[in-house]
């Protein structure tokens, strides 16, 4: 007799990609609620005096002998932490160096971070994205915990009665009844599929579940006309 239940660690691969995945939604959740409106509030409080200063961004950005640069002593001034997105924004508005003293190119650049500090940190479609990104990390995280679910209670059984167990279905199925077996994804994936007389096909992976090399020793040893050509069950 042969046996095949639940590959424990397939359960716990895909129970650990559930985990991540609710992992993944507890974060966007929290940026979303807490952490991305946070930032926006610091934002506020810091506008006006962003807004009074004319600087360029590198001005901004640079520190001398590793002091805290003039963003950072700004934020600071208001009873904050610079926020790393705002220092990102900044960055990317930096002019090259053949273009510091051109004057259009300043004016443009001044444009630039005028707007940077007008507009909140995270927009709001920002914070539309982590509740989007929130429900389809938990919907993914349930749906991987539900196929393990699943599949624990099946079991796969093969002897000289037949084929049974809740994996084949609710009655045992005879060996002379299997019209045809894929053997195609068996050697790389350890899958076989089996088609019945009457138009009923089985899934037999390997990978889900241990012990199907067993099974399907012992479907061929019942049915060796069926048996691959070209592959080996060793």
Not at 39 to 49: G, H, I, Q, S, T
């Amino acid at each position: 007799m042969a046996e095949a239940k639940l590959n424990h660690n397939y359960a716990i691969r895909l129970g650990c990609v559930g985990m991540a995945m609710i992992g993944i939604c507890v974060w966007s959740l929290y940026d979303g609620m807490k952490g991305w409106p946070q930032a926006n509030a610091v934002m506020d409080d810091a506008r006006p005096l962003l807004l009074a200063v004319n600087l360029t961004a590198s001005a901004w950005l640079d520190s001398d002998d590793g002091d805290a640069n003039a963003l950072d002593r700004l934020f600071t001034e208001v009873g904050h932490k610079t926020p790393s997105k705002l220092i990102r924004k900044i960055s990317e508005t930096q002019l090259p160096k053949e273009k510091a003293n051109d004057t259009k190119s300043l004016e443009q650049h001044a444009q630039h971070l005028k707007a940077i500090f007008e507009a909140p940190i995270y927009s709001e479609g920002d914070l539309q994205t982590q509740w989007w990104q929130a429900g389809v990390a938990a919907l993914l995280g349930v749906l991987a915990w539900i196929t393990v679910a699943r599949k624990i209670p099946k079991r796969f059984v093969a002897d000289d009665n037949g084929m049974s167990g809740t994996g084949f279905g609710a009655q045992v199925l005879a060996y002379e009844d299997i019209s045809e077996i894929n053997w195609a994804k068996w050697d790389e994936k350890g899958i076989i599929v089996l088609t019945f007389k009457s138009g009923k096909t089985v899934r037999l992976d390997g990978w889900h579940f241990s012990g199907m090399t067993g099974i399907a020793d012992e479907i061929t040893k019942h049915r060796p006309d069926l048996a691959p050509k070209t592959s080996s069950l060793q």
